[in-house]
């Protein structure tokens, strides 16, 4: 009986140690690298890579023109090397995505229906690639938690540079798309569109039709028929975008509702047009932080024309908190209640001594700044010696008029001579606006 259990003892163990084994192998099976190029590589083909490819696998795909039609069909990476082109000859998609966890990296897509498509799949990810001709640039149907950053659309896509149809949860960061129609969402929400830049076509930059709960912020919408257009969407939150030089409207918003729009620089001739939609909200409260254009508190939209004379740009704002004292009717049914004003961050500058001056002790010197802005009515004046207070020159004196200040400086006729001096002026109400001599200024002894 003893040496039965011995016997089953050593042969567990040594079936523990095959298993463990097995799993070391099969773990750097899956992680095998696979080459592609034109000549001398594993693959000439990228297609016949991906079939001969295991589950997380690294594909890396060097330089030149593959006239193909890809299907990745596996969890695999695609990494380009030198930027190599999948040309499908106007027939059929050029990349296609049918598995789930792909990562695909430094392609040109060029010449298919899409450039890159995927269909009811999901946590892939697709950066810094292009794609040039053909009607859709990166197209999305039905998908969910991808992730698309990085990427470029060319003019030469002839319809929609991106489009999400029923897709949810994805997320585009920092693409630049030149289309017609530039991000498009139809029938799509939760999706989050954060520094995407869209434009220059006949069509919108970013359009959403009959989509909801979308986040779009920081992205930019210029030189296309419409910079954003909602078109029976609601719930979307719009924030941060710049919105500018289009050439009908900013904003168009068609039987559309319930949708945040706050802190975005409009600049069109036209900025917004509405048909048949109900009420959004144009402002946030006024709380602090710095808004678009530089002000000091967030609230409404920065609302200007390219002539210079838009509501923003010529609003009153008395205590220049950065908002208009008066409200922006855009219809009746949206309005923005706290418009932001046209903000010029207060600043002081020291002028002198700033350059090595030499100033005797016992004389009368004069202390020089300009200042813009609004940093308040006194300032306060230091000297510095050694990058260290020596003493408060004067407590509280008026900041000046149009720009510049001045306060004649009796220098003490005790002070310690030395070479290593500094001018320090800060505004009394608001210690962020100060400003210190470049260089040191010299106190001598008469």
């Given at each position: 009986m003893v040496e039965n259990n011995a016997y089953i003892r050593h042969a567990l163990g040594i079936a523990v140690r095959i298993?463990?084994?097995?799993?070391?192998?099969?773990?750097?099976?899956?992680?095998?690298?696979?080459?592609?190029?034109?000549?001398?590589?594993?693959?000439?083909?990228?297609?016949?890579?991906?079939?001969?490819?295991?589950?997380?696998?690294?594909?890396?795909?060097?330089?030149?023109?593959?006239?193909?039609?890809?299907?990745?069909?596996?969890?695999?990476?695609?990494?380009?090397?030198?930027?190599?082109?999948?040309?499908?000859?106007?027939?059929?998609?050029?990349i296609t995505l049918s598995a789930n966890g792909i990562k695909l990296e430094g392609f040109t897509a060029n010449a298919g229906i899409s450039g890159i498509y995927s269909s009811y799949f999901s946590h892939n990810t697709l950066?810094?690639?292009?794609?040039?001709?053909?009607?859709?640039?990166?197209?999305?149907?039905?998908?969910?938690?991808?992730?698309?950053?990085?990427?470029?659309?060319?003019?030469?896509?002839?319809?929609?540079?991106?489009?999400?149809?029923?897709?949810?949860?994805?997320?585009?960061?920092?693409?630049?798309?030149?289309?017609?129609?530039?991000?498009?969402?139809?029938?799509?929400?939760?999706?989050?569109?954060?520094g995407n830049t869209a434009g220059g076509g006949m069509g919108a930059g970013i359009a959403l039709r009959?989509?909801?709960?979308?986040t779009l912020n920081s992205n930019t919408a210029t030189a296309s028929l419409s910079g954003i257009y909602l078109y029976s969407s609601s719930n979307n939150t719009l924030n941060g975008n710049n919105i500018s030089k289009n050439h009908d409207g900013g904003i168009y918003l068609y039987s559309s509702s319930n949708n945040k729009i706050y802190n975005n620089l409009f600049n069109n001739t036209n900025n917004f047009y509405f048909y048949d939609s109900n009420i959004n909200t144009w402002n946030t409260t006024k709380i602090s932080g710095i808004n678009i254009i530089g002000g000091p508190y967030l609230g409404g939209n920065f609302w200007a024309n390219p002539g210079g004379t838009g509501f923003s740009?010529?609003?009153?704002?008395?205590?220049?908190?950065?908002?208009?004292?008066?409200?922006?009717?855009?219809?009746?049914?949206?309005?923005?209640?706290?418009?932001?004003?046209?903000?010029?961050?207060a600043e002081i500058k020291v002028v002198s001594p700033n350059r090595g001056e030499a100033w005797?002790?016992?004389?009368?010197?004069?202390?020089?700044?300009?200042?813009?802005?609004?940093?308040?009515?006194?300032?306060?004046?230091?000297?510095l010696k050694g990058g260290v207070l020596n003493r408060i020159i004067n407590s509280s004196v008026p900041v000046g008029s149009s720009g510049s200040g001045s306060y004649n400086w009796l220098i003490n006729p005790t002070q310690t001579p030395g070479t290593d001096y500094k001018v320090r002026i800060t505004s009394t109400t608001n210690a962020a606006y100060t400003d210190t001599s470049n260089n040191n200024f010299n106190i001598n002894a008469p």
């Open positions: 298993t463990i084994l097995g799993l070391l192998f099969a773990g750097s099976a899956g992680a095998a690298t696979i080459t592609v190029c034109k000549s001398g590589c594993a693959y000439s083909s990228i297609q016949d890579a991906i079939n001969a490819s295991n589950t997380a696998d690294t594909i890396l795909v060097y330089s030149g023109t593959y006239f193909e039609n890809v299907n990745v069909t596996k969890q695999l990476t695609l990494r380009g090397i030198g930027n190599p082109v999948v040309d499908a000859g106007y027939s059929g998609d050029a950066s810094n690639n292009t794609v040039r001709g053909g009607d859709y640039g990166f197209n999305l149907i039905s998908s969910s938690n991808n992730t698309l950053s990085h990427n470029t659309v060319h003019s030469s896509v002839a319809f929609v540079a991106i489009r999400l149809n029923n897709c949810s949860n994805n997320t585009l960061i920092a693409n630049v798309v030149r289309s017609d129609n530039g991000i498009f969402l139809i029938y799509s929400i939760n999706n989050i569109l954060i009959s989509s909801s709960n979308n740009q010529t609003c009153s704002d008395v205590d220049t908190d950065g908002i208009c004292d008066s409200i922006y009717l855009l219809e009746s049914n949206n309005i923005d209640f706290l418009p932001l004003a046209k903000f010029t961050a005797p002790r016992g004389t009368k010197q004069t202390i020089r700044w300009t200042y813009s802005g609004t940093p308040g009515s006194n300032v306060r004046i230091e000297l």
